[in-house]
C-alpha cells in the first residue's frame, strides 16, 4: 500500500524559513509528478509548487522566488520555504500524481494527510 508522509510543519514568525518533506512509501514503479497543494482556513485547496518526474516545475504566483520545490531519488519531495508570510498559513497537503506501483499498473493518485503550517507573530 502506498502512503505519503509529509512533515516538517510548524509554528514560524513572519520572515522564518521551514522546510516541508513528503516520503512516498510502499512498492511504487514510477511517478509522474509530486507536489504540494495548501489548504487555508476557509478557502479551497490550491497548489503550491509541482515537480516532474523530468524536472519541471511549476509554482503558484504566490511562491514564485520564495518557495523551492525538489526532490531525491527516493520518492521523497522537499518544499523550502523561505520569507513566509502569515497568508501562507495553512494546511500543507503532498500529491503524487500518475503513481504506478509495477510497470503494468494503472496511474494512481494519492494524498498526504497534511501538515499545519502557522505563520504569526
Known amino acids: 500500500q502506498v502512503q505519503l508522509v509529509e512533515s516538517g510543519g510548524g509554528l514560524v514568525q513572519p520572515g522564518a524559513s521551514l522546510r516541508l518533506s513528503c516520503a512516498a512509501s510502499g512498492t511504487i514503479f514510477s511517478i509522474d509528478s509530486m507536489g504540494w497543494y495548501r489548504q487555508a482556513p476557509g478557502k479551497e485547496r490550491e497548489l503550491v509548487a509541482s515537480l516532474s518526474s523530468g524536472g519541471t516545475t511549476q509554482y503558484t504566483d504566490s511562491a514564485k522566488g520564495r518557495f523551492t520545490i525538489s526532490s531525491s531519488a527516493e520518492n521523497t519531495v522537499f518544499l523550502q520555504m523561505n520569507g513566509l508570510k502569515p497568508e501562507d498559513t495553512a494546511v500543507y497537503y503532498c500529491?503524487?500524481?500518475?503513481?504506478?506501483?509495477?510497470?503494468?499498473?494503472?496511474?494512481?493518485?494519492?494524498w498526504g494527510k497534511g501538515t499545519l503550517v502557522i505563520v504569526s507573530s
Open positions: 500529491n503524487a500524481v500518475g503513481l504506478r506501483q509495477i510497470r503494468r499498473d494503472a496511474r494512481r493518485d494519492y
